[in-house]
Every structure is written in structure tokens, then in C-alpha cells.
């Protein structure tokens, strides 16, 4: 069961306009949202969170939007640029009995073109 | 910054070997986790320790097992590789409730 979910598998977009993002869950319980960008052979880094009783968080170029209505968030690049190029996951946490986990989507591989 | 070590970055095994991948942090995390990445599934958690000899299952732990004796480090443990076992696998530490996720740069294991 896919708590959380990526619909888009990739995504291309022109440099210098904007990329969207798109994750959808399923459990109201998450307490925070998270985007992390992965290039190839190496770890997911960090990018923006949001907690679940925001609905926006800007950091730059990059801002996340939560719907928690719609159980639905995204991430927007603006502008994009070809060093966005990458794969992108969002991840919910979930704490449960003192622990936590973090639970990814399949990631969206975004390309930015020059 | 917080560095989280995997100093395998490639490793070739045969079915039925054994295979122990190591992670240290350096940050005194308590938390630590196991993910493998696969094309179209995402990341998926194996395994995860909140503590020293604590250890708690993930979502996909067959054919895994994990080693937790020190808190900088954290084994994950292939008793008899299988081909399916054929991933990358990363490892991650977490310094509190809802932190980030620090990532190590992943060891691509290929069962041959």
C-alpha cells in the first residue's frame, strides 16, 4: 500500500520557467512533509519541508504548497534551471509509539532543458 | 555537516554470499535507517534503529538483518544474497523528531 504517491514519473520543462511538482497521500496522521533531490550515484539530499499544519513554506527558488484537504502537496521551481535536473521524491513522517518513520514516493525525474 | 559514510560505493556478489554493508555518521545521531532504491518503486525502508542494539523492521525486511553495536554505526546484513537483492542501498541518520534525513552517497550492490 503506496502511502504516498508520485503519479508523474518524469517531468521536462524549459530553463528559466516553472517546474511542478506534484505528491498525493494518504494518511491525514503525517506530521511533516518533505522534498528531497537525488542525482545519480549519490544520496538524496535535503531540499524544503513543510509541517502538516502549514499550508506554504518558500525557501528561494523553492517553494512547497500543502492541501490537506485534497491530501495533496507540491513542490514549484521558479525558474528552473538545468541544474535542477534530478529526481525528485517527496516523503511524509509518521510518529508512531515514540519512533518515527519517513515514508518516499517513487520520485519524479525532472529535466530542465536549455 | 553532518556526513554519513558508505565507503562501498560499488559491490559485485555472488547468489548465496554474504553481504555486509556499514554506515557510520559522525554526528551522534540516534536514529538510523536502511532504504533501498529501485527505478519506479522509490525508496523503500528496510530497516531502521532509534538506538544502540534497538532495531525495528521496515517495510520490505526479508532477507535483511541489521547490526546496531555502536550508535555511529549501523550493518545491514545479507545472510545468503539472492538476485533480487540487486539495488542501491542507502543509508540515512536522523537527529530528532521530523529533522531531515542525512543521506550517505549509496552502495550499488549487483548479485550476480
Known amino acids: 500500500d503506496q502511502q504516498v504517491k508520485q503519479n508523474s514519473p518524469s517531468l521536462s520543462v524549459q530553463e528559466g520557467r516553472i517546474s511542478i511538482l506534484n505528491c498525493d497521500y494518504t494518511?491525514?496522521?503525517?506530521?511533516?512533509f518533505l522534498w528531497y533531490k537525488k542525482y545519480p550515484a549519490e544520496g538524496p539530499t535535503f531540499l524544503i519541508s513543510?509541517?502538516?499544519?502549514?499550508d506554504k513554506n518558500e525557501d528561494g527558488r523553492f517553494t512547497v504548497f500543502l492541501n490537506k484537504s485534497a491530501k495533496h502537496l507540491s513542490l514549484h521551481i521558479v525558474p528552473s534551471q538545468p541544474g535542477d535536473s534530478a529526481v525528485y521524491f517527496c516523503a511524509a513522517t509518521l510518529t508512531t509509539s515514540g519512533t518515527y518513520k519517513y515514508i518516499f514516493g517513487t520520485g519524479t525525474r525532472l529535466k530542465v532543458l536549455a | 555537516d553532518v556526513k554519513v559514510t558508505q565507503s562501498l560505493r560499488y559491490l559485485v556478489k555472488r547468489t548465496g554470499e554474504k553481504v555486509f554493508l556499514e554506515c557510520v555518521q559522525d554526528m551522534d545521531h540516534e536514529n538510523m535507517f536502511w532504504y533501498r532504491q529501485d527505478p519506479g518503486l522509490g525508496l523503500r525502508l528496510i530497516y531502521f534503529s532509534y538506538d544502540v542494539k534497538m532495531k525495528e523492521k521496515g517495510d520490505i525486511p526479508e532477507g535483511y538483518s541489521v547490526s546496531r553495536e555502536k550508535k555511529e554505526r549501523f550493518s545491514l546484513i545479507l545472510e545468503s544474497a539472492s538476485t533480487n537483492q540487486t539495488s542501491m542501498y542507502l543509508c540515512a541518520s536522523l537527529g530528532g523528531t521530523n529533522e531531515k534525513l542525512f543521506f550517505g552517497s549509496g552502495t550499488q550492490l549487483s548479485v550476480l
Open positions: 494518511n491525514s496522521m503525517f506530521d511533516y
Open positions: 513543510i509541517s502538516s499544519i502549514k
